[in-house]
């Protein structure tokens, strides 16, 4: 029997406490969960390694023989679960202080150079909390792998561990797999030498790293080029390291149409969109669904609005904007502020323009996944601006489940882009008026070329489901 391991900061279920001590335990979202059915009912058995996120988690993990909890049936793919209990103050300083202010911060362009980033003392202090993270993974991973299993490495959380785990187990086939943009050479270089050496080298112990797209993929070939000894071929697409050769890919994700639709006919949907729609009567409805991180460009998206209805005031009292943003990352001082700024903007957008009988902006912090669901399948416009992201399966969800045929406002700097650009309405996403004008344009394309663009994007956007997007990483180690 094959054995696949699948390596992630975050697992497919988390679990609260209640004051009595019990455990409840509920079912991760994402696509790497929907992704295990490629090889779910196959010959392979399955254990998906993770992190405790919370003291839940560490509890449910000291409670089970080695951290292992046996969830096969319970919508994990079949998948076995191993949920390491890190020190909780290494968690923090790896995840908060590494992952998401460094790391996820230069692959995504958003230091204020002129004030950061600030590499120091306490860089390397908590830089060695990160390889101690990505050590735990590796221990593990190297423990529980079978003679030749095949280890599917998630994300720039743990760019360290593919290396850590040759070394510990040569016979393993590693993939690491980026969910997030690669940076461009002249910006990973804001990284510390030996820092930035080490990321390359960690992915560099894999013998194949994907990307999203091609070009997040030739940015990380750029960055290769940088680091001594290393010899890319960029024909082969191969970087030769140290005597080992990793291959690197393009792996897009796509959306399972099948089981999003299915979610979206439920109850709870139905009866939220049936409020939204009295909400907004027989406006048109411009909406955006994202978490309140940085890269979202949510302030700018909002000023883009108020723009459409200063420059465009017969808009006015015509079009409602519905804008979920959910809080991310606040133990984090630029995400608290960046939250803040998202509701300060809302309130001057509903005190400029509002009146008695029209709300023109809706903005909705708390995290409400079936009303997200009925805002796509009633939006005539779905707004995606990033700054910089991986993919954006935003993008690609709204589509499938629009039963307006929305027009897609799409930032050229998203993932989505590459599949997407030819149906979407693509825009600079530093830009605020070409995005007010784009919306405009939106708004008033004609709903017979709105359907048939939204159409050719549902069908883009389903083309590479979960399923396939990870049989393709295990098939590439092949």
Request: aromatic share 8%; charged share 25%.
């Amino acid at each position: 029997m094959t054995q696949v391991l699948v390596a992630s900061n975050r697992g497919p279920v988390s679990f609260s406490l209640s004051e009595d001590g019990e455990l409840t335990m509920r079912r991760g979202g994402g696509g790497l969960v929907s992704g295990l059915a490629a090889v779910t009912g196959t010959d392979a058995s399955v254990l998906w390694v993770c992190a405790g996120l919370g003291d839940a988690d560490r509890v449910a993990a000291r409670r089970s023989p080695d951290g292992r909890l046996d969830l096969a049936g319970y919508e994990t793919g079949g998948a076995a679960v191993r949920m390491l209990e890190i020190p909780e103050g290494t968690f923090q300083r790896a995840y908060n202080s590494v992952a998401n202010s460094t790391l996820w911060f230069v692959h995504h362009l958003l230091y204020d150079t002129p004030r950061s980033p600030h590499f120091d003392a306490r860089t390397r202090r908590d830089w060695q909390s990160y390889e101690a993270y990505n050590a735990a993974f590796a221990d593990a991973l190297a423990r529980d792998a079978a003679p030749g299993a095949k280890v599917a490495i998630q994300d720039y959380h743990l760019s360290l561990a593919p290396r850590m785990l040759r070394d510990r187990r040569p016979d393993l086939k590693i993939v690491h797999f980026s969910h997030t943009p690669w940076a461009p050479p002249e910006y990973f270089r804001l990284l510390p030498d030996d820092i930035g050496s080490q990321v390359l080298l960690g992915i560099l112990g894999a013998d194949h790293a994907g990307f999203l797209t091609e070009r997040w993929a030739s940015a990380f070939l750029d960055c290769c080029e940088m680091l001594p000894g290393a010899r890319v071929d960029r024909a082969a697409r191969t970087v030769t390291c140290s005597g080992h050769v990793t291959r690197v890919g393009v792996h897009g994700l796509g959306v399972d149409g099948a089981a999003l639709r299915q979610r979206a006919a439920e109850q709870d949907v139905a009866q939220r969109a049936r409020a939204l729609s009295e909400q907004v009567g027989d406006r048109q409805l411009i909406v955006r669904v994202d978490r309140t991180e940085l890269s979202k460009n949510i302030v700018r998206g909002l000023a883009a609005y108020r723009e459409l209805l200063v420059n465009h005031p017969e808009w006015r009292g015509r079009v409602v904007h519905l804008a979920f943003a959910y809080p991310s990352r606040y133990d984090l001082p630029e995400y608290r502020e960046y939250t803040a700024a998202v509701e300060r903007t809302a309130e001057q957008i509903v005190e400029e323009f509002g009146t008695a009988d029209w709300n023109p902006l809706i903005l909705q912090v708390n995290d409400d996944y079936p009303r997200s669901l009925a805002a796509y399948r009633l939006a005539d416009v779905l707004l995606v601006n990033p700054i910089r992201d991986g993919m954006n399966l935003v993008a690609k969800e709204g589509p499938v489940l629009s039963e307006r045929g929305c027009a897609l406002v799409l930032s050229r700097e998203a993932g989505a882009a590459a599949e997407l650009g030819e149906d979407a309405l693509t825009v600079n996403p530093f830009d605020v008026s070409q995005t007010a004008e784009t919306l405009h344009h939106a708004l008033l394309m004609p709903r017979d070329e709105r359907s048939e663009r939204c159409g050719r994007l549902a069908a883009a956007a389903t083309a590479l489901p979960p399923q396939r997007w990870f049989a393709d990483q295990l098939a590439a180690l092949d």
